[in-house]
């Protein structure tokens, strides 16, 4: 008879980048969590030659260098047979078009529009430009990389912009500006194996328009306890996320749903991030790597049924 001492001690590897070696605060209490819990943990970068394949599950977790390489990312996503998310999750996920499905899902979500790379100028006349300050964004992106804010009357700059974004090969959102994010910033609500874990603040990361060099009021990161309506959309988004893509939420690793007030107060999708999102664990609950490392175990024994 198998006793728990005879449960194979199996590794997981957490995907970073290789200008990242050194992981930050939130990732630095992953691996111990892990252990805690009787898993080998170490940090591979994806981009390097490691034995992947041997992995008993390989998680994505700051790879943030894919942006700009995104068809090589989505390769070795799926050259990994254990990857935690799917590597067709991430395929999805990593375009910001999936807002356009959430929306006809029925999801509440920031006003988008997309501009397609097109004939030259023709995509840039035919968007609907909002008459408020707005973002324009490409479709592909982290970290902020390539948003940027514009008044209504920058509507040049902004097209200039767009036509980069153009020019690199990508889509380009267009959003109104959401003024929420300045006075109380936006909430980051986060899931393990599709279940509630715990929240977050984030401040404004965008310079204003105004040239004034002052972002928002809102200072962040900070924990929080997200409203009962801003868990209710967060939970609408995973349901109506896993039954676009065919998967339950239980095969969600991690998930991190960012929301925003309207000017009416609803709560609205701004991004959902499944491929490498920062998870704010130095800001949580000390249990809160726990929950993940347990998430990761179910995940484990998931695969092996
Ligand atoms: N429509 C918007 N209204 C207000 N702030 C925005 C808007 N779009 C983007 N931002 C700001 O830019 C940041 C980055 O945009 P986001 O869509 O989250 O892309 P990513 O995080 O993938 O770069 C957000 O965290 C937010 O601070
Ligand atoms: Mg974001």
Redesign the pocket.
Known sequence: MRGPGDVPNREVLLATSADRPETGVDEALLPDALAELGLRADWAVWDESRPWAEADLVVLRTTWDYTNRRDEFLKWCESVPALANPASVVRWNTD?RYLGELISAGVPV?PTEVVEPGEPGGAAESVDWPDRE??V?PSV???????V?FLPEQRAEAVRHLRGLHEEGVAA?V?????A?DREG?TAVVFFGGVYSHGFV?????DPADDSGELGLAKGPFATEPAPELRRVAEDVLDATSALLGIPRRELLYARV?L?RGEDGAPML??L?LTEPRLGFSLADRAAPLRFASAVRSELAHRAE
Do not use: W
């Open positions: 910001k920031t707005f973002v964004k992106g982290a970290g902020s990389r390539g948003a804010r959102l959003q109104p500006y959401q003024p994010v936006e984030k401040g404004p990361l965008l960012d925003v701004l991004e991030e």
